[in-house]
């Protein structure tokens, strides 16, 4: 790995501790700008196109003109994947609302949850704070972003992994980093995007597991008494892949033991990422 971890940017390569952003972009003055983090196993980041085309959906919705294609964000991050030595990481991608708009690519530890939280399982409390479906910025991933930032703090502040919202109808939406399921009478459910949901890459990946193994799964609108009779539930993101919940604030979910879908989802999940990285 290089002593100097650089960053790709639209001006130029740059050192990672060095300022990219100008103090009179919009996204220092107002965090309007946009990002996404996907993640590379063995050097091959797993569903580029998609990402990017949810980022391009967001600044078309916004009137961005993005500084790059897919094609130069491919060829980017994989020339920093090689010159970091990092074939499992964590990539970012920025772009800012300028004028003019700018991008930066980095390369960045993984940082997944520990193995003990897979065997274990994790707790998730609801949030105080709710997601609306008619703001401007819903199911769009942002750079203004601290509501999220905060929203996590103060649920790993109480203990828990993670922060879960609801809407402003009292529906149950989405956590700060992650899509959340869970597994009620034999069926699968999970929030729709008129939730106000951003829809994520590999909830759609574990979309189409579950289709594929003809497992039933519903997407919805539900309040957070749903949860009361799960058998067992999970997060979806691109870092912690399927993560099993095995608690909702101090109630436990079947006894507090990680299910055995969210196992078997898990697995399988690893399965189509090498078969679409090969």
């Known amino acids: ?26 996204a220092a003055q107002h965090g309007f700008g946009f990002f996404e983090t996907l993640r590379a196993y063995r050097g091959r980041v797993f569903r580029p196109e998609q990402h990017f085309a949810r980022m391009a959906r967001s600044a078309r919705q916004f009137r961005v003109k993005l500084p790059l ?100 109808r009292g529906e149950v939406a989405e956590g700060t980093r992650a899509n959340l399921f869970w597994v009620s009478g034999g069926k699968v459910f999970t929030p729709a995007l ?4 951003l829809a994520g890459v590999t909830r759609t990946a574990l979309l189409e597991i579950l289709r594929a193994r003809r497992i039933p799964v519903e997407q919805g609108a539900w309040g957070p008494e749903a949860l009361d009779d799960a058998q067992e539930a999970f997060l979806a993101s691109t870092i912690v892949e399927v993560l099993p919940v095995v608690a909702v604030g101090k109630r436990r979910i079947d006894g507090g033991r990680p299910g055995t879908l969210a196992k078997l989802l898990r697995q399988v999940f690893r399965r189509k990422v090498e078969a679409e990285l090969k």
Not at 194 to 197: A, D, E, N
Request: proline fraction near 9%.
């Open 69 to 168: 294609d897919a094609r130069a964000f491919r060829r980017a991050a994989g020339e920093l994947l090689t010159l970091h030595g990092r074939p499992d990481a964590r990539v970012r991608l920025t772009v800012t609302a300028g004028p003019p708009p700018l991008a930066a690519i980095q390369v960045l530890p993984l940082a997944p949850p520990p193995d003990r939280a897979y065997a274990r399982g994790v707790s998730v409390w609801f949030s105080p704070w709710r997601r609306c479906t008619q703001a401007a910025l819903a199911g769009h991933k942002t750079m203004n972003y601290f509501e999220n930032y905060w929203a996590r703090a103060e649920a790993q502040r109480r203990g828990h992994f993670e922060a879960i919202f609801l809407n402003e």
């Open 1 to 26: 790995m290089t002593s100097s971890p650089l960053v790709w940017t639209t001006r130029g390569w740059s050192n990672s501790s060095a300022p990219w952003i100008p103090v009179g972009d919009l």
């Open 194 to 197: 008129s939730t106000g949901i």
